[in-house]
């Protein structure tokens, strides 16, 4: 079964926001988004915002031009494009002009079916192709030309309800593996206490004092276009950015380029971004799957540490990842502003961490692998959830969505 297409102008206005300057922005308020607390609303439904504006402003604004209400519906239009929210009812915020689309409705829609049309594969290859810059835009002028596939609104009810549903038990997993992940780092503060103030009174030593040595990649180049690639890849930064190591987050290497044995990555290491942004700079993971042929990036460090100082790696991690170090690690970095922070060996090696007994460390180690078997049996069921979803969407937009499924 096939639809029409229809211009996604022709149901919504499609704008954006009121400009609001950054000498407007405050540390609260009313919460103020960019682009990426709208991807974070899109992928989680919810986000930590440090920007607001002042009520005052929102209230002006709210009556001379709107704000975002329900059956309204968001779109990122720079950085990661084409993430969709659909406000909520009790949600209460302003918008950065020019980074968010803004789509207002005008005819009678279901918006839940919008949101999941513009989430189908075909409307995202459009809004992804579309795009056609260097840094990626989706632009008002394209929006309005974008085609969503338009069933009677009976229908359109019918697929949202399926797709919402599937999603709130797929975000259900997602919710269970990040209160599993908090649950680690809940159970480490509570053993350890907090690793800057260090109320327990720890023992605290530089890292180089345990560490033999910081083992670092090299910088190479992507093979050229229809060349010969190596059996070899190298790992991208944002195989670690997360906190769970992810080897997928990698770029294959020209041909004739042989490695050194110290740049293949093992199990059991401890990875460590040493340059990032702001906010992933000193991003760091454990890996725990044999890696198949992976190499170190030249921005990427692993830690070897001294045989003669026995400590838990996965002690280390937690510590290393932990609200309190991941600032100080911030501290110690160079680079300001947008650039990319850059964290010294020298400093890193001078960086002061708590040293717990051998003994303590370990008991923290056996309580996170029981965890992490809940974790794995977890990221299980999201993989069925996954597949799951992304088969309803696929059948929901070429028609062959029935009645039956909604229940």
Same mark, same amino acid.
């Given at each position: 079964?096939?639809?029409?297409?229809?211009? #996604?102008? +022709?149901?919504?206005? !499609?704008? +954006?926001? &009121?400009?609001?300057?950054?000498?407007?922005?405050?540390?609260?308020?009313?919460?103020?988004?960019?682009? $990426?607390?709208? !991807?974070?609303?899109?992928?989680?439904?919810? !986000?930590?915002?440090?920007?607001?504006?002042?009520?005052?402003?929102?209230?002006? @604004?709210?009556?001379?031009?709107?704000?975002?209400?329900?059956?309204?519906?968001?779109?990122?239009?720079?950085?990661?494009?084409?993430?969709?929210?659909?406000?909520?009812?009790?949600?209460?915020?302003?918008?950065?002009?020019?980074?968010?689309?803004?789509?207002?409705?005008?005819?009678?829609?279901?918006?839940?079916?919008?949101?999941?049309?513009? $989430? +189908?594969?075909?409307?995202?290859?459009?809004?992804?192709?579309?795009?056609?810059?260097?840094?990626?835009?989706?632009?008002?002028?394209?929006?309005?030309?974008?085609?969503?596939?338009?069933?009677?609104?009976?229908?359109?009810?019918?697929?949202?309800?399926?797709?919402?549903?599937?999603?709130?038990?797929?975000?259900?997993?997602?919710?269970?593996?990040?209160?599993?992940?908090?649950? *680690?780092?809940?159970?480490?503060?509570?053993?350890?206490?907090?690793?800057?103030?260090?109320?327990?009174?720890?023992?605290?030593?530089?890292?180089?004092?345990?560490?033999? &040595?910081?083992?670092?990649? %090299?910088?190479?180049?992507?093979?050229?276009?229809?060349?010969?690639?190596?059996?070899?890849?190298?790992?991208?930064?944002?195989?670690?950015?997360?906190?769970? @190591?992810?080897?997928?987050?990698?770029?294959?290497?020209?041909?004739?380029?042989?490695?050194?044995?110290?740049?293949?990555?093992?199990?059991?290491?401890?990875?460590?971004?040493?340059?990032?942004?702001?906010?992933?700079?000193?991003?760091?993971?454990?890996?725990?799957?044999?890696?198949?042929?992976?190499?170190?990036?030249? &921005?990427?460090?692993?830690?070897?540490?001294?045989?003669?100082?026995?400590?838990?790696?996965?002690?280390?991690?937690?510590?290393?990842?932990?609200?309190?170090?991941?600032?100080?690690?911030?501290?110690?970095?160079?680079?300001?502003?947008?650039?990319?922070?850059?964290?010294?060996?020298? %400093?890193?090696?001078?960086?002061?961490?708590?040293?717990?007994?051998?003994?303590?460390?370990?008991?923290?180690?056996?309580?996170?692998?029981?965890?992490?078997?809940?974790?794995?049996?977890?990221?299980?069921?999201?993989?069925?959830?996954?597949?799951?979803?992304?088969? #309803?969407?696929?059948?929901?937009? &070429?028609?062959?969505?029935?009645?039956?499924?909604? *229940?």
């Amino acid at each position: 079964m096939s639809w029409q297409l229809v211009d #996604l102008g +022709s149901l919504f206005e !499609v704008g +954006s926001s &009121k400009r609001v300057h950054q000498s407007d922005w405050r540390k609260n308020g009313v919460p103020f988004y960019r682009a $990426r607390e709208v !991807v974070r609303l899109s992928t989680d439904g919810r !986000v930590e915002n440090d920007l607001f504006i002042e009520r005052s402003l929102y209230e002006e @604004y709210a009556e001379k031009f709107g704000v975002p209400e329900l059956g309204d519906l968001l779109i990122s239009a720079v950085g990661t494009l084409g993430k969709v929210y659909e406000v909520q009812a009790d949600d209460e915020f302003y918008f950065k002009d020019a980074s968010v689309i803004w789509l207002r409705k005008k005819s009678e829609v279901d918006t839940s079916y919008i949101k999941w049309a513009l $989430r +189908s594969s075909k409307v995202q290859q459009y809004i992804q192709n579309y795009s056609g810059a260097t840094v990626g835009t989706f632009t008002i002028s394209k929006a309005k030309k974008t085609q969503i596939p338009l069933p009677p609104l009976a229908i359109q009810k019918q697929i949202a309800a399926v797709l919402d549903k599937a999603n709130k038990l797929r975000q259900q997993s997602q919710q269970m593996e990040q209160e599993l992940n908090s649950l *680690a780092q809940s159970v480490f503060l509570d053993k350890f206490g907090d690793p800057k103030s260090n109320p327990k009174r720890w023992q605290k030593r530089p890292l180089k004092s345990i560490l033999e &040595k910081l083992v670092g990649g %090299k910088s190479l180049a992507a093979p050229e276009q229809h060349t010969d690639v190596s059996e070899y890849r190298v790992l991208k930064i944002s195989a670690v950015t997360s906190g769970q @190591y992810n080897p997928s987050e990698s770029k294959a290497l020209p041909a004739d380029y042989i490695p050194p044995k110290e740049h293949f990555v093992q199990v059991n290491d401890l990875l460590f971004s040493r340059a990032n942004t702001t906010e992933l700079v000193g991003a760091t993971t454990m890996v725990f799957d044999t890696p198949e042929n992976l190499l170190l990036p030249d &921005k990427l460090w692993k830690f070897q540490w001294k045989e003669s100082e026995p400590l838990s790696q996965i002690f280390m991690w937690k510590l290393l990842s932990s609200k309190a170090m991941r600032h100080r690690l911030s501290e110690i970095s160079s680079g300001s502003g947008g650039s990319m922070k850059n964290i010294s060996k020298s %400093k890193l090696l001078e960086l002061e961490v708590i040293f717990p007994d051998y003994e303590k460390q370990m008991e923290y180690e056996n309580f996170y692998l029981r965890l992490r078997d809940q974790i794995l049996l977890n990221k299980e069921y999201i993989s069925q959830a996954e597949g799951q979803f992304d088969s #309803l969407m696929q059948r929901a937009f &070429k028609g062959e969505l029935e009645i039956k499924d909604v *229940a």
